[in-house]
Structure formats: C-alpha cells, structure tokens
C-alpha cells in the first residue's frame, strides 16, 4: 500500500512539547522501516510549525486541524493511504475532515466528551470528541476545510473508563456506541446498521491497560493489552471502510525502554493487511 504519515508535533499548542514529540519520536523508533519492510511504500510528511509563533492552546489547536485537513485532502487525491501521528486528539477533527468521514472510531481511556460548560479544567483535547460530533467549538471547527460533524449514532467509544459525571451523563443521551475490545462486532454491527461508508479510526495509546503499555501520564486501570488492541482494531477494519487512521498522545518521557514504537509498528502494520484484504 501508498502510505503516507503525517506528522502533527503538538500539545496543547506547544510545538514539539511533552506528547507533541511522540510522531518523532515513532519515526526514530522505527516506524517507517517497519512499514517499509512489510511492503509498504511510505513517505512522510510534516506540517512542521503552524499559527504562527505565539503558542496558544485553542488557536493552535484548530490551526493543527486546518493543516491536516490539508495533508490527508493531498494524500488521498495521490492515492495515498493517511496516517496522523498525533500529540493531540484534537487532530482527528482534521483528518475526519480531510478524508470526508461519516463514522468514526474513538478508542481511549477518556471520553474526550466535555465541552466549555462541562470541563472542570478547560483542557481543550477533552472536548476532542465532542468537537468532532458537533458538540461544541463549531464555529472554529466549521474553519476546519472538509469538516462536517459526525453523526453520534455512527460513533464508537472503545475503552473510555475515565469519564467525568457529565461525560457519563452525555453518554446517557447521545446514541454513541460504547464497547471494550472484546466486545466489537456487535458494535460493528450497529456502525453497519447506522450506514457508514467511511469511517476514521483514531487510536489514543493512553486506551491500553497502563501495566501492559504505557505511553503517556495519564494513567487509569483496566484496558486491553497491545494484542487486544490490536485484534479488536483489526476486526473493525475487517467489518467496515476505514479511510484514515490518527495515532496520537504518546510521550516518550513516559517510556524510558522505548517499548511504544515497536508496538505500533506490528499494530498499523496488522491494520494495513487487513485494510488491503478486506
């Protein structure tokens, strides 16, 4: 397969900070001779640094998107397969828009489900989710080239297990799909069932069992291992169009044997085959 991955090196509007060095990070770990190796022809792109020099958290946020947007837009008119590699979740707003999504998969511990009136902290990448379903931020996520809200009813939350009172609330009301890994196909099914035709997959490492795999300092019990992961994101791939995929929020300080990259080699590497089998 043509792969293209692309990197967007940001936390929370800080160029190359805390998990925004996790895409190098990947790249130094291996992560394109892994693919290479595996048959792939891959090339990489970054979109180095946007919005000018003032980092600040919102701006840059959406500033992020708008280049990705861009990236994967570029990409699938080469005929090139998109992969984000990410500091922030925040980003799959941009990959969702380039590739015109109309589902998505959202695996991570948290449910990145708060908005402005909900957040007790104001942390921006918690209202990822949110913002991608048209919860709240439109107008700078309507900014977002391509960008059109997914549908919650065609929306799967794999593991989320550290989710505020309002999140859980929310997940009352919205038709979200919840699941773990083992339980996928039927939450397939229901991906099925609600007619979607392109579906973006994005894959926070924080989603695995912390004494499996760390990658980041957010650190709540439970989760599934790399080979849960990896099974259950193979057999959504297998069940449904995947057109993208954003691996994000890995920060190497909280890695110090580097046991990550190797791990999301075999895991994009597992996606790729089962991507171009299906």
């Known amino acids: 397969m043509k792969i293209t991955l692309i990197l967007a090196s940001y936390d929370s509007g800080h160029y190359h900070g805390g998990m925004g060095q996790g895409p190098d ?12 190796m595996a048959g792939h022809d891959v090339a990489v792109e970054d979109i180095g640094k946007v919005g000018g020099d003032q980092e600040r958290e919102i701006a840059t946020g959406f500033a992020v998107c708008n280049a990705v947007s ?29 590739a015109g999504a109309d589902a998505i998969i959202w695996a991570d511990q948290h449910g990145d489900l708060n908005t402005p009136e909900t957040s007790t902290y104001g942390f921006l990448d918690g209202m990822a989710l949110a913002t991608v379903l048209g919860l709240c931020w439109r107008p700078m996520a309507s900014a977002i080239p391509g960008f059109q809200p997914i549908d919650p009813s065609r929306c799967v939350l794999v593991n989320a297990r550290d989710l505020d009172p309002d ?8 038709p979200i799909i919840r699941t773990e890994c083992p339980g996928v ?29 760390q990658a980041n300092r957010y650190v709540t019990p439970g989760g599934p291992n790399p080979e849960q992961l990896r099974d259950a994101a193979c057999a959504i791939a297998l069940a449904v169009p995947i057109v993208g995929i954003t691996v994000s929020a890995y920060d190497p300080a909280f890695d110090a044997q580097a046991d990550v990259p190797p791990v999301v080699g075999q895991l994009l590497n597992d996606l790729i085959a089962t991507i171009e089998g299906r």
């Open 25 to 36: 990070a990947l790249i130094a770990g291996g992560l394109v001779d892994a693919l290479t």
């Open 185 to 213: 196909a039927r939450a397939t099914e229901r991906l099925q069932a609600a007619g979607a035709k392109s579906v973006h997959m994005h894959l926070d490492l924080d989603v695995h069992d912390p004494r499996e795999l």
């Open 167 to 174: 999140e859980e609330q929310l997940l009352e009301t919205l």
């Open 70 to 98: 861009g990236e994967v837009r570029i990409a699938l008119d080469r005929g090139r397969f998109p992969i984000v590699l990410a500091g922030n979740c925040l980003t799959s707003a941009g990959a969702v828009a380039g």
